[in-house]
């Protein structure tokens, strides 16, 4: 299975960069223009490798998540662990939105790293995925003290990285470098709908 | 408390994103990047040294550029550098630059191995984690070199921590997928099968995608993992989901697990210890049954999660295909999903049910479905969703309702999407010449294909219509008027133009009668579309001017003015000028005798695999056209070839064109009767370790030797190297038959030995004497060899005739073959070239010493009733492979040897024939009855001779023919 989706490329195999943002660009064109109500399964064309791979999708308000897999992968599993990805996201961001993805694409990167691992799925169970992010958000937040230490002594430093302003100040959205997208196109605080998230206990 | 508080991170890398965002035009924002690019460099390259911070935000801002489609060409040492780092954030952040920017064949990789190294011996289990993902992403060879003999290691030992076992699972599989060679089997490999017993169910998904890919290419090294994936399926399906903590997905238990299990036991057949089988089927049994069951929730994550889990488990009823129980109920499911309003559903079940219609269980369920799928092709907003009921149409289509779909499909045409018109002109082609009864039909359609989508139709569609109606002189007088009636419409697509050119150029003579249809009438119209058309068209028309001036010497001042003009003589383009020059000069000069000689009708084509199948496999490659299609093609291959088929093989070479050249100037000379070069290699057996051993039979020989139960001339078998031709008479128990050894290649055949090899049961029962052949076949030539036969006694088995022979050139040879096992220098006999093997079943069957006897209807039957002991009688009813044709049937059983009696059977659908079999020691008289059930597609045959193994072999032996 080889994967990506439409904020960041996870793995695309042998692709120049070029590629892959023609790949990230007609993938969008493909699927941007879907009706609502059709299939979440789009054939695969020479670009993402032949007809061995298909796109599948979800569509989240004005967020697409589109996996690209090899037929090793059920089709209804992918959408499900796109559900799962984006359940994971709102646990892990508080009722995520676009923005966070904009502002964290490190740690978005980090949470799909936990469920997909050289294109191949790793970890399904949301509970398990949390404890790794937050595990590694703790381990984070000890090197930052030590940093506090540092910023101490040097003075150097402003309180960087501690309090941070607060991300949501912008208020156009911009796509990336999707040139079809009307540009700054104000939508506000538009958070990402999940639909019926359950209480994970 | 949130995993990620909003307000942590980088204050200036969130500073930079907002610019970025502010910027109002693509020239703003390159501007603005190219600034922090300035920035970011002078940081790197300047005197004082960056700490972790500055250095993890600075990589995230690069990395944040080449999200947006820039190229970052700076920054990946930076990136190394944090890999060493003691710190979390630090070393995550360069593993993920690493991961993201840095391609396979960097440079840097050695450096980054050597941190990888670092922090696998860490034993940390972050670190650990972050190292495996990395070379998982990364995934190139040197890291596979690197690290594929560490991984397993880590993956079986028994401190290792889950989420590293899970990790380590999925790093060896990427391994494996990039370099299978690099990865060692071993000890290891048990160990990991029993990772699916494991407590934790994350490094059991994991395990199991990785024994998934491990099992497909060393099946026996896995073959345990059937029986444990059954148990832990068995355990998952059947417990109370409250078992699986948190692995239950909307109260589905353990959906992705259930589904890499089910993928799993689908690289195997059917388990073999029948408590494993039936704990199985009990599993499919439960998760069909749960499909029935109303929904415990009404979300959609909770009915796709259990369909996820119910189509894996219809895939693995498919893929076993032994359960008819199973596959009708998973046809039942899926039909139900054809309906659903779930659109995800209809497209899944359509996908599935294409693999199920090529089961023999299922296909006839299967077609009950057609009207639903033709209305999906109809009313489906979805292309994704009207592709699936192409695919499926195309695959639930035989005999029966072969004309529907291919009128649905033509209809559909008219509004397809584009995209895939080509696609289903290709399918409608071939349908329509695979079960054509009735060659008009197949004409007519074809002609339609043209008429609706003409720019779709690609040059092998036409080729092969034009093949075709060469081949059989019924269908030409019928295709010559239809071309002519089609050809005027005011407004007609150019292949149409090339169709009727060809056709009427070659057939004409067959309409010219119609005064409506004259020849000049003939010529006018196809003049009237000649200025409209390209090049390639207009010399094909030239040439059917000249064959209009030997059919229809009326004609020939008319066309030779138009030759001469000077739109033709002075053309400039080449090929039109030389074709006009040469026949003005040709029709001028030749008498009436030549011109009838060179312009003669076309030679009939060779038969062979439609090149249309080739053009839609390698469209849509191999896995779409079936292995079970591809045996019911093979089969039903000769019955629209006639009495006379050559063997078909599966061939991918395209049918040379017949189209520029209708006189075959220039050209090769018609091709001999005979397969093209088949995929070949395949046949030869180069790999033998020892030149005297025999080699297997070559696939494909078990039906070319049934084509020759009711013939004795024809080839026998043909690869790039070698052509066998049999050409047999028989008498009496006596007989004898020519082999014919052909040398394809332009180089010496060296040690020719063919043998014939007969079983010592076969040899007391058949005595067969033959003369060495000279064993140097020169390029080019063929040699032949006299078989003398007698039948001592009746018969079952069929002799082997094996050839050994040695090549001069290594070059002929197919080159799939690696280079090194032709010339391993541990096989000195080899040097003089590439020795070759091959064997094939020698089509000398009991029925050839059939006597036919003609006997009155009365005789018949008292002979009939005389044979009534139940060891006397043999029967076997069987389902018709081949099209139900009187006059071929009638062929085959007079080829079979037996006289056919008309009249003697009340029904007079039925065929009965009569005659004996002689053998040295004996003579058995033989009665036969063939009685063919055309709604149905059914024949039943009965045989009745005084000897129960004749009636045995020759019901055998004539079953196979229908």
């Given at each position: 299975?080889?994967?990506?989706?439409?904020?960041?490329?996870?793995?695309?195999?042998?692709?120049?960069?070029?590629?892959?943002?023609?790949?990230?660009?007609?993938?969008?064109?493909?699927?941007?223009?879907?009706?609502?109500?059709?299939?979440?399964?789009?054939?695969?064309?020479?670009?993402?490798?032949?007809?061995?791979?298909?796109?599948?999708?979800?569509?989240?308000?004005?967020?697409?998540?589109?996996?690209?897999?090899?037929?090793?992968?059920?089709?209804?599993?992918?959408?499900?662990?796109?559900?799962?990805?984006?359940?994971?996201?709102?646990?892990?961001?508080?009722?995520?939105?676009?923005?966070?993805?904009?502002?964290?694409?490190?740690?978005?990167?980090?949470?799909?790293?936990?469920?997909?691992?050289?294109?191949?799925?790793?970890?399904?169970?949301?509970?398990?995925?949390?404890?790794?992010?937050?595990?590694?958000?703790?381990?984070?937040?000890?090197?930052?003290?030590?940093?506090?230490?540092?910023?101490?002594?040097?003075?150097?430093?402003?309180?960087?990285?501690?309090?941070?302003?607060?991300?949501?100040?912008?208020?156009?959205?911009?796509?990336?470098?999707?040139?079809?997208?009307?540009?700054?196109?104000?939508?506000?605080?538009?958070?990402?709908?999940?639909?019926?998230?359950?209480?994970?206990? | 408390?949130?995993?990620?508080?909003?307000?942590?991170?980088?204050?200036?890398?969130?500073?930079?994103?907002?610019?970025?965002?502010?910027?109002?035009?693509?020239?703003?924002?390159?501007?603005?990047?190219?600034?922090?690019?300035?920035?970011?460099?002078?940081?790197?390259?300047?005197?004082?040294?960056?700490?972790?911070?500055?250095?993890?935000?600075?990589?995230?801002?690069?990395?944040?550029?080449?999200?947006?489609?820039?190229?970052?060409?700076?920054?990946?040492?930076?990136?190394?550098?944090?890999?060493?780092?003691?710190?979390?954030?630090?070393?995550?952040?360069?593993?993920?630059?690493?991961?993201?920017?840095?391609?396979?064949?960097?440079?840097?990789?050695?450096?980054?191995?050597?941190?990888?190294?670092?922090?696998?011996?860490?034993?940390?289990?972050?670190?650990?984690?972050?190292?495996?993902?990395?070379?998982?992403?990364?995934?190139?060879?040197?890291?596979?070199?690197?690290?594929?003999?560490?991984?397993?290691?880590?993956?079986?030992?028994?401190?290792?921590?889950?989420?590293?076992?899970?990790?380590?699972?999925?790093?060896?599989?990427?391994?494996?997928?990039?370099?299978?060679?690099?990865?060692?089997?071993?000890?290891?490999?048990?160990?990991?099968?029993?990772?699916?017993?494991?407590?934790?169910?994350?490094?059991?998904?994991?395990?199991?995608?990785?024994?998934?890919?491990?099992?497909?290419?060393?099946?026996?090294?896995?073959?345990?993992?059937?029986?444990?994936?059954?148990?832990?399926?068995?355990?998952?399906?059947?417990?109370?989901?409250?078992?699986?903590?948190?692995?239950?997905?909307?109260?589905?238990?353990?959906?992705?697990?259930?589904?890499?299990?089910?993928?799993?036991?689908?690289?195997?057949?059917?388990?073999?210890?029948?408590?494993?089988?039936?704990?199985?089927?009990?599993?499919?049994?439960?998760?069909?049954?749960?499909?029935?069951?109303?929904?415990?929730?009404?979300?959609?994550?909770?009915?796709?999660?259990?369909?996820?889990?119910?189509?894996?488990?219809?895939?693995?009823?498919?893929?076993?295909?032994?359960?008819?129980?199973?596959?009708?109920?998973?046809?039942?499911?899926?039909?139900?999903?054809?309906?659903?309003?779930?659109?995800?559903?209809?497209?899944?079940?359509?996908?599935?049910?294409?693999?199920?219609?090529?089961?023999?269980?299922?296909?006839?369920?299967?077609?009950?479905?057609?009207?639903?799928?033709?209305?999906?092709?109809?009313?489906?907003?979805?292309?994704?969703?009207?592709?699936?009921?192409?695919?499926?149409?195309?695959?639930?289509?035989?005999?029966?309702?072969?004309?529907?779909?291919?009128?649905?499909?033509?209809?559909?045409?008219?509004?397809?999407?584009?995209?895939?018109?080509?696609?289903?002109?290709?399918?409608?082609?071939?349908?329509?010449?695979?079960?054509?009864?009735?060659?008009?039909?197949?004409?007519?359609?074809?002609?339609?294909?043209?008429?609706?989508?003409?720019?779709?139709?690609?040059?092998?569609?036409?080729?092969?219509?034009?093949?075709?109606?060469?081949?059989?002189?019924?269908?030409?007088?019928?295709?010559?008027?239809?071309?002519?009636?089609?050809?005027?419409?005011?407004?007609?697509?150019?292949?149409?133009?090339?169709?009727?050119?060809?056709?009427?150029?070659?057939?004409?003579?067959?309409?010219?009668?119609?005064?409506?249809?004259?020849?000049?009438?003939?010529?006018?119209?196809?003049?009237?579309?000649?200025?409209?058309?390209?090049?390639?068209?207009?010399?094909?028309?030239?040439?059917?001017?000249?064959?209009?001036?030997?059919?229809?010497?009326?004609?020939?001042?008319?066309?030779?003015?138009?030759?001469?003009?000077?739109?033709?003589?002075?053309?400039?383009?080449?090929?039109?000028?030389?074709?006009?020059?040469?026949?003005?000069?040709?029709?001028?000069?030749?008498?009436?005798?030549?011109?009838?000689?060179?312009?003669?009708?076309?030679?009939?084509?060779?038969?062979?695999?439609?090149?249309?199948?080739?053009?839609?496999?390698?469209?849509?490659?191999?896995?779409?056209?079936?292995?079970?299609?591809?045996?019911?093609?093979?089969?039903?291959?000769?019955?629209?070839?006639?009495?006379?088929?050559?063997?078909?093989?599966?061939?991918?070479?395209?049918?040379?064109?017949?189209?520029?050249?209708?006189?075959?100037?220039?050209?090769?000379?018609?091709?001999?009767?005979?397969?093209?070069?088949?995929?070949?290699?395949?046949?030869?057996?180069?790999?033998?370790?020892?030149?005297?051993?025999?080699?297997?039979?070559?696939?494909?020989?078990?039906?070319?030797?049934?084509?020759?139960?009711?013939?004795?001339?024809?080839?026998?078998?043909?690869?790039?190297?070698?052509?066998?031709?049999?050409?047999?008479?028989?008498?009496?128990?006596?007989?004898?038959?020519?082999?014919?050894?052909?040398?394809?290649?332009?180089?010496?055949?060296?040690?020719?030995?063919?043998?014939?090899?007969?079983?010592?049961?076969?040899?007391?029962?058949?005595?067969?004497?033959t003369k060495p052949v000279d064993p140097t076949v020169d390029g080019g030539a063929q040699v032949q060899q006299v078989v003398n036969i007698e039948c001592v006694s009746d018969f079952t088995e069929a002799p082997v005739l094996n050839i050994q022979f040695r090549t001069l050139h290594p070059a002929l040879v197919d080159r799939t073959v690696p280079s090194d096992r032709q010339w391993s220098p541990a096989r000195p006999w080899r040097y003089g070239g590439t020795f070759q093997n091959v064997s094939v079943k020698l089509p000398i069957t009991l029925n050839k010493f059939f006597q036919p006897t003609e006997m009155a209807s009365q005789d018949f039957f008292q002979r009939w009733?005389?044979?009534?002991?139940?060891?006397?009688?043999?029967?076997?009813?069987?389902?018709?492979?081949?099209?139900?044709?009187?006059?071929?049937?009638?062929?085959?059983?007079?080829?079979?040897?037996?006289?056919?009696?008309?009249?003697?059977?009340?029904?007079?659908?039925?065929?009965?024939?009569?005659?004996?079999?002689?053998?040295?020691?004996?003579?058995?008289?033989?009665?036969?009855?063939?009685?063919?059930?055309?709604?149905?597609?059914?024949?039943?045959?009965?045989?009745?001779?005084?000897?129960?193994?004749?009636?045995?072999?020759?019901?055998?032996?004539?079953?196979?023919?229908?």
């Amino acid at each position: 299975c080889l994967c990506c989706d439409t904020w960041s490329t996870v793995q695309c195999d042998f692709q120049s960069e070029d590629t892959q943002q023609q790949i990230i660009r007609e993938t969008f064109h493909l699927v941007s223009k879907r009706d609502e109500n059709v299939c979440n399964f789009l054939e695969g064309g020479l670009l993402i490798g032949g007809s061995d791979n298909k796109l599948i999708y979800r569509h989240y308000a004005t967020l697409y998540f589109v996996f690209c897999v090899d037929s090793s992968e059920s089709e209804l599993g992918i959408l499900d662990l796109i559900q799962v990805f984006v359940e994971t996201l709102d646990k892990c961001f508080e009722n995520v939105c676009e923005l966070d993805l904009i502002f964290h694409v490190d740690k978005v990167h980090n949470i799909l790293a936990e469920m997909v691992m050289g294109g191949m799925v790793l970890e399904t169970n949301m509970n398990e995925i949390v404890t790794q992010i937050d595990a590694q958000n703790k381990l984070e937040k000890s090197e930052q003290i030590v940093y506090t230490g540092l910023f101490c002594i040097s003075q150097d430093f402003s309180q960087a990285g501690l309090a941070g302003a607060p991300a949501r100040a912008v208020s156009a959205v911009k796509n990336m470098n999707l040139p079809e997208i009307p540009r700054n196109i104000n939508i506000g605080d538009i958070s990402i709908k999940v639909p019926n998230l359950p209480s994970f206990k | 408390m949130p995993a990620v508080s909003k307000g942590d991170g980088m204050r200036g890398l969130a500073v930079f994103i907002s610019d970025i965002r502010n910027c109002k035009s693509k020239e703003a924002e390159i501007k603005r990047i190219n600034k922090e690019l300035a920035n970011i460099r002078s940081k790197f390259k300047g005197d004082k040294a960056l700490d972790g911070y500055s250095k993890k935000k600075y990589v995230c801002k690069l990395l944040f550029i080449f999200l947006l489609g820039h190229d970052i060409d700076f920054g990946h040492m930076e990136a190394v550098n944090l890999l060493s780092s003691n710190r979390y954030t630090e070393k995550q952040i360069g593993y993920l630059f690493i991961s993201v920017l840095v391609n396979s064949n960097s440079e840097l990789i050695r450096l980054i191995n050597n941190a990888i190294k670092n922090d696998l011996a860490s034993r940390n289990p972050t670190f650990m984690g972050l190292a495996l993902h990395c070379i998982a992403n990364v995934g190139s060879r040197e890291m596979a070199e690197a690290f594929a003999g560490e991984i397993p290691k880590i993956l079986v030992a028994g401190d290792t921590m889950d989420s590293v076992k899970q990790s380590a699972a999925l790093c060896l599989l990427r391994l494996y997928r990039t370099s299978p060679d690099l990865v060692p089997m071993g000890d290891w490999t048990s160990r990991v099968v029993h990772l699916l017993n494991d407590q934790h169910l994350g490094v059991v998904t994991a395990a199991t995608s990785l024994i998934t890919t491990l099992a497909q290419k060393n099946p026996e090294e896995f073959k345990t993992s059937v029986s444990l994936a059954v148990s832990r399926l068995s355990r998952i399906v059947t417990s109370a989901s409250t078992d699986l903590q948190d692995y239950t997905y909307y109260f589905v238990p353990a959906p992705w697990l259930s589904v890499k299990l089910l993928r799993l036991l689908q690289c195997y057949p059917p388990p073999e210890d029948p408590a494993v089988r039936g704990r199985l089927t009990e599993c499919l049994e439960t998760i069909l049954n749960k499909a029935q069951e109303p929904p415990k929730s009404k979300k959609v994550q909770h009915s796709n999660a259990k369909n996820a889990v119910l189509f894996e488990a219809i895939s693995l009823i498919i893929h076993h295909d032994s359960e008819p129980n199973l596959l009708v109920r998973a046809c039942n499911q899926l039909g139900q999903f054809l309906q659903h309003r779930e659109t995800n559903l209809r497209y899944l079940a359509l996908e599935s049910m294409c693999t199920l219609a090529s089961s023999e269980f299922s296909h006839e369920a299967v077609k009950t479905h057609i009207e639903t799928v033709t209305n999906a092709l109809k009313t489906e907003r979805d292309v994704s969703v009207r592709q699936r009921a192409v695919d499926l149409l195309y695959a639930m289509c035989d005999r029966s309702n072969a004309q529907q779909i291919v009128a649905e499909m033509l209809s559909y045409l008219e509004t397809a999407d584009y995209s895939i018109r080509e696609e289903i002109v290709l399918k409608v082609a071939i349908l329509a010449e695979k079960y054509a009864v009735d060659y008009t039909w197949y004409v007519d359609t074809i002609l339609n294909l043209i008429r609706i989508a003409g720019d779709y139709v690609s040059e092998e569609v036409w080729y092969r219509v034009i093949q075709i109606v060469i081949n059989r002189d019924d269908v030409q007088g019928y295709a010559a008027k239809t071309v002519f009636e089609a050809l005027q419409a005011p407004a007609c697509h150019e292949n149409l133009v090339k169709v009727g050119g060809y056709i009427l150029g070659e057939f004409g003579n067959l309409i010219a009668g119609d005064p409506r249809s004259s020849p000049l009438i003939q010529f006018n119209l196809l003049h009237s579309k000649f200025h409209l058309c390209s090049v390639p068209t207009r010399a094909l028309l030239l040439s059917t001017y000249i064959k209009f001036v030997n059919l229809f010497p009326e004609v020939k001042t008319t066309i030779q003015d138009v030759l001469r003009s000077d739109s033709q003589l002075k053309n400039a383009d080449v090929e039109l000028q030389q074709r006009a020059v040469e026949y003005l000069r040709l029709s001028t000069v030749a008498s009436t005798d030549i011109l009838a000689t060179v312009l003669e009708e076309m030679p009939p084509f060779p038969e062979r695999e439609s090149s249309i199948l080739a053009k839609l496999k390698k469209k849509k490659g191999p896995s779409t056209v079936t292995d079970l299609e591809e045996a019911k093609r093979e089969r039903s291959a000769d019955i629209n070839g006639g009495p006379e088929p050559a063997p078909a093989s599966a061939s991918a070479t395209s049918t040379p064109s017949p189209s520029a050249d209708l006189l075959g100037l220039g050209a090769a000379p018609p091709a001999p009767v005979g397969p093209p070069p088949s995929s070949g290699g395949l046949l030869v057996d180069v790999f033998s370790d020892s030149p005297s051993a025999v080699a297997p039979l070559a696939p494909g020989s078990e039906d070319n030797f049934a084509r020759f139960v009711c013939k004795n001339n024809g080839v026998l078998f043909e690869n790039q190297l070698l052509q066998i031709g049999l050409k047999s008479e028989f008498r009496q128990n006596l007989g004898r038959m020519f082999i014919f050894y052909g040398n394809k290649t332009s180089t010496q055949f060296l040690s020719f030995t063919p043998t014939l090899i007969c079983s010592d049961d076969l040899r007391a029962n058949l005595s067969l004497q033959t003369k060495p052949v000279d064993p140097t076949v020169d390029g080019g030539a063929q040699v032949q060899q006299v078989v003398n036969i007698e039948c001592v006694s009746d018969f079952t088995e069929a002799p082997v005739l094996n050839i050994q022979f040695r090549t001069l050139h290594p070059a002929l040879v197919d080159r799939t073959v690696p280079s090194d096992r032709q010339w391993s220098p541990a096989r000195p006999w080899r040097y003089g070239g590439t020795f070759q093997n091959v064997s094939v079943k020698l089509p000398i069957t009991l029925n050839k010493f059939f006597q036919p006897t003609e006997m009155a209807s009365q005789d018949f039957f008292q002979r009939w009733k005389q044979l009534s002991n139940p060891q006397q009688e043999v029967q076997n009813i069987f389902k018709a492979k081949h099209p139900m044709d009187t006059e071929i049937t009638k062929a085959k059983i007079i080829g079979f040897g037996s006289a056919l009696l008309e009249e003697v059977d009340p029904n007079p659908a039925n065929f009965v024939g009569a005659g004996i079999i002689h053998t040295k020691t004996t003579q058995i008289g033989c009665l036969l009855r063939l009685e063919p059930n055309l709604q149905a597609q059914m024949y039943r045959l009965t045989l009745r001779t005084s000897k129960e193994t004749v009636s045995q072999r020759l019901c055998e032996l004539l079953s196979e023919q229908f």
